[in-house]
């Protein structure tokens, strides 16, 4: 399968499918992230279509009002709008680059009421204004760390929902940009503090591709890719539950922990498969297989069809040109299928 290498400045583009992972982060500290909904992010949806989706299944069997934390991806007027309906506080972290409005002024009684009032460019520090609270604090692994607080602020596309920014800076980060959007907010002291949790999560990630072997089979189909997919969060949840049962077995050049993490329980889970036992019978040799049939055909592996999320059309012109008109030219469908066709799926690899 030909995969194009990369070239620097432009959109890293890799095979594969793409995923979306919900997690419940049991401890303010450690490592330790536990995945509620590991899902494929198919062709005909967004990331944050289905990060939505995930959020509003979890939320509808919780009895408490949960904090959801999300990276940049998620920082956006499309997500403030899927999740406007869902009983979730909401921490996002907002790209430096990104353009909210204040809230407008009083009406003044002519006119249309405005919806945007002025604009908060996050790359532009005389568009902030005062800010609402300021807070300073000395921490033990970063240093002087510097919070601000503006409120009532909003996207252009969302201007129904309203959140707090938060601006947090230290020696070794030149500015944080976290959102919240839900009832009563944390407070600045802490809310750092809860972003950063969302990280573990990327921990489990990293470990379900080095030590379960997430992304190592080359399966067929998308279905046995979620079947595979299925078995991360189950062996996840079974190190979780079996943390406290296991004996911490570090390799010669390891130090013991008391706290084990994800990799140092699956490192001694086989000493407690032996304790507890098996419920199947011990295999029995049948002798040798049969093999392959000589003459039978193998079926040819399947072929799937070319998904187009995007499709580029020219702009008219107005003005009078001497070129035919592309629209009866015999090479328009040739020129039109190559600039059509920009997002391919490959089922082979995820």
Known sequence: MH????????????????????GWVPEMSGSWAIPLCHERISSFETAAQRAAFQLRQVCRDLSVRPIATYDSEYGSAAFM?????????????????????????????????RKHGDKFQLANADSWGDSSATFSLEDETVGQVQ????????FKKASQ??????????????????????EQMPTL?????????????????RFAKQRLHWTLPQLLTPQQALRWSDLMPLLSWQLWLARQLVIDTPLPWQKPQTNLTFGRVAQG???LL?????????????????????????????RFPIIKNALLVPKRSTKTSLIPNPKYSPFHSLGFAQFSILWVTFPALF
């Open 3 to 22: 995969q194009p290498n990369l070239v620097e400045g432009n959109k890293p583009i890799v095979l594969g499918h793409d995923y979306s992972t919900l």
């Open 81 to 113: 709008n899927l999740t406007e309906d869902i009983p979730a506080d909401l921490l996002l972290r907002l790209r430096p680059n990104r353009c909210l409005y204040k809230a407008p002024e009083p009406y003044s009684g002519s006119g249309r009421p």
């Open 147 to 154: 919070i601000q607080q503006w409120s009532d602020l909003h």
């Open 161 to 182: 929902r309203h959140f707090q920014v938060i601006r947090v800076t230290h020696p070794h980060c030149s500015g944080l940009w976290l959102a919240w959007v839900g």
């Open 189 to 205: 002291e802490q809310i750092w503090r809860l972003y950063l949790r969302r990280f573990a999560i990327d921990h489990w990630n």
């Open 269 to 271: 889970f086989a000493a």
């Open 274 to 302: 032996v304790r507890i036992g098996s419920p199947a019978c011990s295999p029995k040799p049948r002798g040798k297989s049969l093999g392959w049939k000589s003459g039978r055909k193998r079926d040819p592996y399947p």
